[in-house]
């Protein structure tokens, strides 16, 4: 990229690609005549228009978006299958909602089950109320399809095409308020990137212990929670209570259980990948901010009025700071974080040969649902924890003490039975093409085939949903954010993530230390 004079007012807002090239993650940089002040006549009003369309969601969700359980329809659609489309009263005031509907938000959405509780016990509009559950479970989980149910009593009007005129409001998002939708998808974003105890063995050295014995994984979070549904079970039934409450303590606990069966799930550490890289991190994160914001800019320079009206030094400015504001309060994407997501990713499409209850299976992962023997564990898991709910709660007219509860439905073993059914991998399979993460540079990382696999399928997995984001927006976010970042990284995902660490910053005219304020989001 040409290098432009420089005063004090200047400010790191570019980029050049490393000395021996003229091109970064392949694609040519800004033209050499290109000038740096606005173009005079440029009105605010369009520099408040393009600052509004750069949109804090497409950002936000590019980059805050690090990793997926099963797919939130896909969590949905096995408890509801395991229960026949069961429901569940959650909270004292009546709110229900199906089994799978509870598995699908657990630990993804919201953080507890005494969280869900809460929102459940205050019914209402805003953030804290029963809203909350309500925009998660009709519009961040979403319709379901008629082929999402597998009996006449899965079906209902709503779930169809077209569906009753007074149920099609919950499936429209501006009847939410923002302060609810806020509230939800903060917290989504907060409980991606910090999610270890989705996975089986986020800490490579306890992959040795029991699945229910290492801790903050997915099993150990499971126990808590069948326990705690357990005793709640026993206790009603010496009271003669409802399994209301255990039931739902279940659901929540399902949700670990079955990511479990999710082959991503299995053998990435997580933890120890984000800390090896995590000392081998140059910025990647400003370097991932400066890239897009650099060929969203260049784009909207080269191919719009606008752009060519109001000069560099407004549009990098805009720009820049639309992301820059967008990110302000929200984790940020790290490189350790990007591979374990890709190792995630390559082995929920490639799947996993295991032994479930001493059987050979092959499992698959998120999206990837009806592949393999996974449906079938997944379901086989959750009934057979339901059971035990069941089973202590007809236990309470005999059974004096919850740890005979416990004794007798681990029958002198250390596991319950849903836990008996998660799958191990099977050691007769080798390494299974494992792609290779613990190495000192980046190169080395690219140089093992399995590893650039894994992480071109990640990025290819996430220019949908960038795409999708970009085609509601308004111009020229909306072609800056498709055709200047998005088409460019489709088409070569590596040679793109090259350019993203290669990333050297330049200086460049920054309006916002002329005195000039930008509008705020």
Do not use: C
């Not at 804290?128 to 082929?147: H, N, P």
């Not at 490639?350 to 998120?366: A, E, P």
Request: no cysteine; aromatic share 6%; glycine share 10%.
């Amino acid at each position: 990229m040409h290098e432009h004079k420089l005063n004090r007012n200047s400010q790191a807002r570019g980029s050049h690609p490393e000395p021996h090239s003229s091109e970064a993650g392949g694609v040519k940089q800004h033209p050499e005549k290109s000038t740096i002040a606005p173009a005079r006549g440029a009105h605010p009003n369009s520099i408040v228009d393009l600052q509004r369309t750069i949109g804090n969601e497409a950002v936000v969700r590019m980059l805050s978006n690090p990793i997926q359980r099963f797919g939130e329809k896909e969590h949905r659609n096995i408890g509801d299958w395991a229960t026949n489309r069961g429901y569940v009263r959650l909270g004292t005031k009546g709110y229900l909602l199906t089994y799978g509907e509870l598995v699908s938000m657990a630990g993804y959405m919201f953080p507890s089950l005494k969280y869900m509780e809460n929102l459940a016990n205050n019914p209402g509009k805003g953030a804290g109320t029963s809203e909350e559950l309500d925009y998660a479970r009709f519009i961040k989980i979403g319709r379901r399809r008629s082929q999402d149910a597998r009996t006449d009593k899965q079906q209902v009007e709503d779930d169809m095409n077209g569906g009753l005129p007074l149920e099609e409001a919950k499936y429209n998002p501006a009847n939410y308020t923002k302060e609810a939708k806020k509230a939800v998808d903060d917290l989504f974003y907060k409980l991606a990137v910090d999610n270890s105890t989705h996975f089986d063995a986020p800490r490579g050295k306890d992959a040795d212990k029991e699945w229910q014995d290492r801790p903050a994984a997915s099993g150990s979070s499971y126990r808590t929670y069948h326990e705690q549904a357990l005793k709640l079970a026993w206790e009603a039934g010496k009271n003669g209570g409802s399994t209301a409450p255990a039931v739902a303590a279940e659901a929540f606990g399902d949700h670990f259980l079955t990511d479990a069966v999710s082959a991503g799930h299995m053998r990435t550490p997580r933890l120890d990948i984000i800390d090896h890289w995590k000392q081998r991190d140059t910025g990647f994160i400003d370097k991932f901010k400066g890239y897009m914001m650099l060929h969203v800019s260049e784009w909207i320079l080269a191919n719009t009025k606008l752009g060519k009206g109001l000069g560099p030094g407004v549009i990098y400015s805009v720009v820049g700071d639309g992301i820059d504001q967008a990110l302000k309060s929200k984790p940020p994407l790290t490189l350790g974080i990007l591979v374990a997501v890709a190792i995630h990713d390559f082995d929920n499409k490639n799947g996993l040969k295991v032994l479930s209850q001493g059987k050979k299976k092959t499992i698959y992962g998120d999206g990837h649902l009806l592949e393999g023997d996974t449906e079938k564990i997944a379901i086989a898991a959750v009934r057979a924890g339901l059971t035990e709910v069941h089973q202590a709660h007809q236990m309470g007219a005999s059974v004096k003490t919850f740890k005979e509860v416990r004794e007798k439905l681990l029958e002198g073993g250390t596991q319950y039975r849903p836990e008996l059914i998660i799958p191990k991998l099977d050691p007769d399979e080798g390494d299974q093409n494992m792609p290779v993460w613990k190495v000192n540079t980046f190169e080395e990382l690219l140089a093992d085939s399995n590893m650039e696999a894994a992480l071109k399928l990640t990025i290819l997995n996430n220019m949908s949903e960038i795409n999708d984001i970009a085609s509601g927006m308004k111009e020229p976010a909306k072609s800056g954010i498709k055709h200047g970042f998005a088409d460019m990284v489709k088409a070569e995902p590596i040679k793109a993530l090259r350019g993203i660490y290669n990333y050297k910053e330049t200086k460049v005219l920054d309006i916002r230390n002329m005195g000039v304020e930008l509008p705020t989001h």
